[in-house]
């Protein structure tokens, strides 16, 4: 059966009009974009078959757009299309914290590092620098390292701080692994940090790591 022969309530375009985007599953919101399935499928069975084989969705969609073109039921057009979909939602969120953007929650400075670390092959040491009403000044990835670890300097961020006028600080780092648990060694760091900072009076507000789920606040758990 095709999807305009479902009931109106199933198809995923009309799904998304009358409740949101949000009630549709990944292989619906995936069909959407493939527009068609393969020959004898339709594309909300196309794209549970992408899933099954080469998901779940993270993995999927964070495969380079020359990678996302050679699988089945996609090729040159969609793998353009999902890329240019993800590079948006990117954008939004970099808007969202854009310099001079004041940062009233800091749960959106997680999911900012979030989007810019996870899934990387190494592990990346990354600070967001704020003003003294949390008005957002820069973003710098300042250290990189190898699968398991990165060499922190708190001097240097110090310093990068200090050049950028900065009243406040929020570090993260990714986990390469997919396990976002702090070790003893991120606590220990992060320890080093607020000393650093708070030396010449900048304060470090967080600390995330960034693995598989959302991301994993040490302030949350009283170690900033």
């Given at each position: 059966m095709r999807i305009r022969d479902w009931p109106a309530t199933e198809r995923p375009r009309e799904k998304l009009l009358a409740r949101g985007a949000g009630a549709l599953s990944d292989a619906e919101l995936l069909a959407l974009f493939l527009g068609s399935g393969l020959r004898g499928?339709?594309?909300?069975?196309t794209a549970r078959e992408l899933l099954a084989t080469h998901g779940p969705l993270r993995p999927l969609l964070e495969q380079p757009p020359h990678a996302l073109r050679r699988?089945?039921?996609?090729?040159?057009?969609?793998?353009c299309t999902l890329a240019a979909a993800l590079e948006l939602g990117r954008r939004?969120?970099?808007a969202e914290l854009e310099r001079g953007a004041?940062?009233?929650d800091p749960q959106a400075a997680g999911r900012y590092f979030m989007q810019h670390?996870?899934?990387r092959p190494h592990e990346v040491f990354a600070a967001m620098f704020l003003d003294t009403r949390h008005r957002v000044l820069a973003y710098e990835e300042l250290f990189q390292g190898t699968l398991d670890g990165a060499e922190v300097h708190p001097r240097e961020v110090v310093r990068r701080a200090l050049g950028h006028n900065?009243?406040?600080?929020?570090v993260a780092h990714n986990h390469p692994s997919g396990n976002p648990e702090p070790s003893a060694a991120d606590r220990a760091v992060?320890?080093?940090l607020k000393q650093a900072l708070a030396l010449v009076d900048l304060r470090l507000l967080d600390h995330f790591v960034i693995g598989d789920g959302p991301p994993v606040s040490l302030a949350a758990r009283g170690w900033v």
């Open positions: 499928r339709d594309a909300v069975a699988l089945p039921g996609l090729g040159p057009a969609r793998a939004l969120l970099h004041v940062l009233g670390l996870r899934g900065a009243a406040a600080v929020i992060t320890a080093r």
